[in-house]
């Protein structure tokens, strides 16, 4: 059953968009069909980013934290949801840097680069100003860690196909 018509199903009358689901996630559709909404995976992590979302399914909530893809709600996983693939990466999300960004607008702040252990953002030394921060995607894991410090919530993390609909 697709996810638009689960949402009807649920009372909603409004169009529904795909949440985050925590690493190695099947295709949304399968998912779905899979997840049997133990809560499971919510118990296992450690960091407390998996939480119980829209109707009951695991989603990601990086404003508790970020991802460490331990991969411990893959092994708490029983109807393999969550599978976790030889060399598959654990999803596509990266983080993106919005307009809200005070550093972008002449505030000092590198709260997000001093988190982001994969390096993923930069500060570009700016002549006569403060240093702007740059995104490296292809560095980013979307782990989330530069969502929680960020001090106006000027960062989100999301698929990158998302935007392009």
Known sequence: MDVAR???LRGRFRSVTAESRPPWALAEAAFL???????AC?????????RVGDGGYPT???????????GD???????????????????????RLGDA?????????RICGENCEAGAIRFRPALGGISRPEMNEGICT??????????VGAIAVS???EGQQ
């Open 42 to 50: 919510v118990t296992a992590c450690p960091t407390g980013v998996v």
């Open 101 to 109: 960004c005070v550093a972008r607008k002449g505030v000092e702040c």
């Open 6 to 8: 689960r949402g009807f």
């Open 73 to 95: 709600c893959v092994t708490a996983c029983e109807t393999g949801a969550l599978r976790r693939e030889a060399d598959a990466p654990a999803w596509t999300m990266k983080a």
């Open 142 to 151: 979307g782990c989330g860690a530069c969502v929680a410090p960020c001090p």
């Open 33 to 39: 069909d899979r997840c049997s909404r133990c809560d």
């Open 60 to 70: 990601i909530d990086f404003s508790r934290g970020e991802c460490t893809f331990c």
């Open 159 to 161: 698929n990158p196909m």
